[in-house]
């Protein structure tokens, strides 16, 4: 590496591989910036020039280039005199005041997170943030980490404030940037400074650690367990089967199980060895499932305050999701329960960096054998496997008990694919992409997203769509649909928030909000955005056609937050299906989907208590379900308002009036 001063190089790991490559050059209070990712067929790609002030804050932030999904970013912060003014894909604005602020760049690279973390450490730990907010850096240990042939010490810090998740921070000894770990709520990678780099490894582990000490503290505030009946009243449940709310009742819970369903009958005390807890007339409804999930220790306490009590894993890192399923089921940290998929990829420039990526068939059987000697639910396929594979993975998983799913590889068809086995299909995109490329063209790039406003000029009648329909019957093969993922990359532009975002965004914390205005797709006029949304509806009435079909649709997101399965299954509506049908999709098909109907997926005497209280009806409002006061795991009591705190977001709904021994509601109740 060049001396540092001059040159930093840094490489961004994901999946124990590069995946992106970032190099500062500074030149006393200027920094200029090369950044580029290519993970997956996607990343961010641009250059940033930084001038700083003496107090280590940009007066001048240019960044040109472009986003995840080839979207175009131009970005710039200019300072005259005690004003501030901005422009980003998110906003335009300023702020007039002394002393500045620190302005939280949009679409920055992680090298901004350690000029945050040094701003706010010369300013004594917190520091006032444009367009609003603010941020504090907070030292946690010493990280001592190889370079070269010594051993160095680094401070590890935890940085608040400036988006979505706290952030760890690695500086030297002269508050020099090393690396910043984590960078997304669910695929955790790390950026490390190149004479540090093959202490990758060590720092992924730090991650996990840090990460898993945070929530491990959050989860003694926000859990809480009681070894007496808990008797919830006053509440209407949910009946999947009729489709309805029923009439008020009580619901008794013991050790994790509900014990007893009994007409509400508001002169019978609640003996004193009980807690209570009054549902004020409210929904109480089984919990929910995101059948679309890449999980890490940060997905857990989103999906809990969301009502999400269980997931379906679709690939992550093998031995971190191993590692975490137990610390969840058992409540060390806060989360669902995760059902396994074990993700298969061929190697190619485009390759997932996640589960297994075999260089031969025997290899790739092995993986197979692996996945199902672990208990996974199924193996899923991706976008860069061999064609030729699929068939004997199939039948390798069919004979052991699993079952297979996943994107269609490269160059291949869904027709192809459910021939060879696959008992399921992994995004709607994935599915209709097959009626809509010409042969040759490459889904391990972003056109398995661009390619998609072609849909706006599909005709639903035609014989190729009719013939994958009529093979998706004959196998039994359903669909993961993950539309709101759809929508949001196709629809969201920059500068508004989306409708599906609206409910929610004002909430979250301010670096999360600027980061959802964006425009995702590469188009260059009005005329193609507006083909892309003309295309969604068409992805809409796609999903119409499949449930009149008779297809089995399985609402997942690709997320994290948990807000996004709510709209998962308000496009469902949208597409046609009542609120009831869609609350039984969530509920009760996806339990007994996932082998678990025996004791998960209805509010009945004997099954698990996984449940949540909601304000309002969702069989008539599928929008209800974002109103959520409680949430049971396990028997276990959350409330949303208590877990919203810890992360730093605007609760949404106060908790119930809960009494008896030992009980606590949070704060401001």
Same mark, same amino acid.
């Given at each position: 590496?060049?001396?540092?001063?001059?040159?930093?190089?840094?490489?961004?790991?994901?999946?124990?591989?590069?995946?992106?490559?970032?190099?500062?050059?500074?030149?006393?209070?200027?920094?200029?910036?090369?950044?580029?990712?290519?993970?997956?067929?996607?990343?961010?790609?641009?250059?940033?020039?930084?001038?700083?002030?003496?107090? /280590?804050?940009?007066?001048?932030?240019?960044?040109?280039?472009? @986003? +995840?999904?080839? %979207? =175009?970013?131009?970005? *710039? $912060?200019? !300072?005259?005199?005690?004003?501030?003014?901005?422009?980003?894909?998110?906003?335009?604005?300023?702020?007039?005041?002394?002393?500045?602020?620190?302005?939280?760049?949009?679409?920055?690279?992680?090298?901004?997170?350690?000029?945050?973390?040094?701003?706010?450490?010369?300013?004594?730990?917190?520091?006032?943030?444009?367009?609003? /907010?603010?941020?504090?850096?907070?030292?946690?240990?010493?990280? @001592? +980490?190889?370079? %070269? =042939?010594?051993?160095? *010490? $680094?401070? !590890?810090?935890?940085?608040?404030?400036?988006?979505?998740?706290?952030?760890?921070?690695?500086?030297?000894?002269?508050?020099?940037?090393?690396?910043?770990?984590?960078?997304?709520?669910?695929?955790?990678?790390?950026?490390?400074?190149?004479?540090?780099?093959?202490?990758?490894?060590?720092?992924?582990?730090?991650?996990?650690?840090?990460?898993?000490?945070?929530?491990?503290?959050?989860?003694?505030?926000?859990?809480?367990?009681?070894?007496?009946?808990?008797?919830?009243?006053?509440?209407?449940?949910?009946?999947?089967?009729?489709?309805?709310?029923?009439?008020?009742?009580?619901?008794?819970?013991?050790?994790?199980?509900?014990?007893?369903?009994?007409?509400?009958?508001?002169?019978?005390?609640?003996?004193?060895?009980?807690?209570?807890?009054?549902?004020?007339?409210?929904?109480?409804?089984?919990?929910?499932?995101?059948?679309?999930?890449?999980?890490?220790?940060?997905?857990?306490?989103?999906?809990?305050?969301?009502?999400?009590?269980?997931?379906?894993?679709?690939?992550?890192?093998?031995?971190?999701?191993?590692?975490?399923?137990?610390?969840?089921?058992?409540?060390?940290?806060?989360?669902?329960?995760?059902?396994?998929?074990?993700?298969?990829?061929?190697?190619?420039?485009?390759?997932?960096?996640?589960?297994?990526?075999?260089?031969?068939?025997?290899?790739?059987?092995?993986?197979?054998?692996?996945?199902?000697?672990?208990?996974?639910?199924?193996?899923?396929?991706?976008?860069?496997?061999?064609?030729?594979?699929?068939?004997?993975?199939?039948?390798?998983?069919?004979?052991?008990?699993?079952?297979?799913?996943?994107?269609?590889?490269?160059?291949?068809?869904?027709?192809?694919?459910?021939?060879?086995?696959?008992?399921?299909?992994?995004?709607?995109?994935?599915?209709?992409?097959?009626?809509?490329?010409?042969?040759?063209?490459?889904?391990?790039?972003?056109?398995?997203?661009?390619?998609?406003?072609?849909?706006?000029?599909?005709?639903?009648?035609?014989?190729?769509?009719?013939?994958?329909?009529?093979?998706?019957?004959?196998?039994?093969?359903?669909?993961?649909?993950?539309?709101?993922?759809?929508?949001?990359?196709?629809?969201?532009?920059?500068?508004?928030?989306?409708?599906?975002?609206?409910?929610?965004?004002?909430?979250?914390?301010?670096?999360?909000?600027?980061?959802?205005?964006?425009?995702?797709?590469?188009?260059?006029?009005?005329?193609?955005?507006?083909?892309?949304?003309?295309?969604?509806?068409?992805?809409?009435?796609?999903?119409?056609?499949?449930?009149?079909?008779?297809?089995?649709?399985?609402?997942?997101?690709?997320?994290?937050?948990?807000?996004?399965?709510?709209?998962?299954?308000?496009?469902?509506?949208?597409?046609?299906?009542?609120?009831?049908?869609?609350?039984?999709?969530?509920?009760?098909?996806?339990?007994?989907?996932?082998?678990?109907?025996?004791?998960?997926?209805?509010?009945?005497?004997?099954?698990?208590?996984?449940?949540?209280?909601?304000?309002?009806?969702?069989?008539?409002?599928?929008?209800?379900?974002?109103?959520?006061?409680?949430?049971?795991?396990?028997?276990?009591?959350?409330?949303?308002?208590?877990?919203?705190?810890?992360?730093?977001?605007?609760?949404?709904?106060p908790p119930p009036p809960v009494t008896g021994p030992g009980t606590r509601v949070g704060e401001g109740a």
């Amino acid at each position: 590496m060049d001396s540092i001063g001059s040159m930093e190089r840094f490489e961004i790991i994901s999946g124990g591989e590069v995946v992106g490559r970032l190099v500062a050059a500074l030149d006393g209070a200027e920094i200029s910036i090369e950044y580029a990712v290519d993970d997956n067929g996607r990343g961010a790609k641009h250059h940033e020039h930084i001038q700083l002030n003496e107090r /280590g804050l940009p007066v001048e932030w240019r960044i040109d280039g472009t @986003s +995840l999904m080839g %979207g =175009a970013v131009h970005e *710039a $912060l200019a !300072t005259d005199g005690d004003t501030q003014r901005w422009v980003s894909q998110a906003d335009q604005g300023s702020v007039t005041g002394t002393p500045l602020k620190l302005y939280l760049a949009n679409d920055a690279s992680p090298y901004a997170y350690g000029l945050y973390a040094r701003a706010a450490l010369n300013a004594g730990g917190a520091l006032a943030t444009a367009p609003s /907010g603010g941020i504090r850096v907070e030292f946690l240990r010493q990280a @001592s +980490l190889r370079r %070269g =042939a010594e051993t160095t *010490a $680094l401070d !590890t810090y935890i940085l608040t404030g400036a988006g979505l998740l706290p952030e760890f921070v690695l500086l030297d000894d002269q508050r020099r940037f090393v690396a910043r770990l984590g960078g997304d709520l669910m695929l955790r990678d790390v950026t490390v400074r190149d004479d540090y780099a093959d202490q990758a490894a060590a720092l992924i582990a730090l991650d996990t650690t840090l990460s898993y000490e945070r929530l491990a503290q959050a989860q003694r505030r926000i859990r809480q367990r009681f070894d007496l009946p808990l008797r919830i009243r006053n509440v209407r449940v949910f009946d999947p089967r009729a489709l309805q709310l029923g009439e008020p009742v009580s619901v008794v819970v013991f050790r994790g199980r509900i014990t007893s369903i009994t007409p509400n009958i508001e002169q019978v005390a609640t003996p004193d060895d009980h807690i209570e807890i009054d549902g004020q007339g409210g929904a109480l409804v089984a919990g929910l499932h995101d059948m679309h999930a890449h999980n890490s220790p940060w997905t857990g306490p989103f999906y809990l305050a969301a009502g999400v009590t269980t997931v379906r894993d679709m690939g992550n890192d093998n031995p971190k999701l191993l590692d975490l399923m137990p610390r969840l089921d058992t409540g060390a940290l806060p989360g669902p329960t995760i059902i396994p998929s074990g993700l298969i990829e061929g190697r190619s420039p485009y390759s997932a960096r996640l589960g297994v990526i075999p260089e031969t068939l025997a290899a790739a059987l092995d993986a197979v054998r692996w996945y199902a000697d672990r208990g996974y639910f199924q193996i899923k396929l991706y976008n860069s496997m061999n064609p030729d594979w699929v068939k004997p993975l199939t039948t390798e998983a069919h004979r052991l008990g699993l079952r297979a799913a996943g994107h269609i590889p490269a160059f291949t068809t869904p027709d192809r694919m459910m021939e060879d086995g696959y008992d399921e299909i992994t995004h709607i995109n994935q599915l209709m992409l097959g009626w809509l490329l010409d042969a040759g063209e490459d889904t391990r790039t972003p056109l398995r997203l661009t390619a998609m406003a072609r849909a706006r000029d599909l005709d639903l009648d035609a014989p190729k769509v009719r013939h994958t329909l009529e093979l998706m019957q004959e196998h039994g093969v359903g669909l993961d649909t993950t539309a709101v993922i759809v929508e949001r990359l196709m629809l969201s532009r920059a500068g508004r928030v989306l409708p599906a975002d609206a409910p929610y965004l004002d909430h979250m914390p301010i670096g999360y909000q600027r980061y959802r205005k964006r425009t995702f797709v590469p188009a260059t006029s009005d005329a193609e955005l507006r083909q892309y949304e003309e295309a969604f509806a068409n992805i809409l009435a796609t999903m119409a056609l499949l449930r009149q079909s008779g297809i089995p649709l399985w609402p997942g997101t690709d997320d994290g937050t948990g807000f996004t399965l709510h709209r998962e299954l308000e496009l469902y509506v949208a597409a046609g299906m009542s609120p009831a049908e869609a609350l039984r999709i969530a509920t009760f098909d996806c339990a007994a989907h996932l082998g678990r109907g025996h004791s998960h997926g209805s509010i009945e005497r004997g099954k698990r208590a996984d449940l949540l209280l909601l304000e309002g009806d969702p069989t008539r409002d599928i929008s209800a379900i974002r109103r959520i006061r409680m949430v049971m795991k396990d028997g276990d009591i959350y409330f949303p308002q208590d877990i919203y705190r810890e992360l730093g977001i605007a609760p949404f709904a106060p908790p119930p009036p809960v009494t008896g021994p030992g009980t606590r509601v949070g704060e401001g109740a």
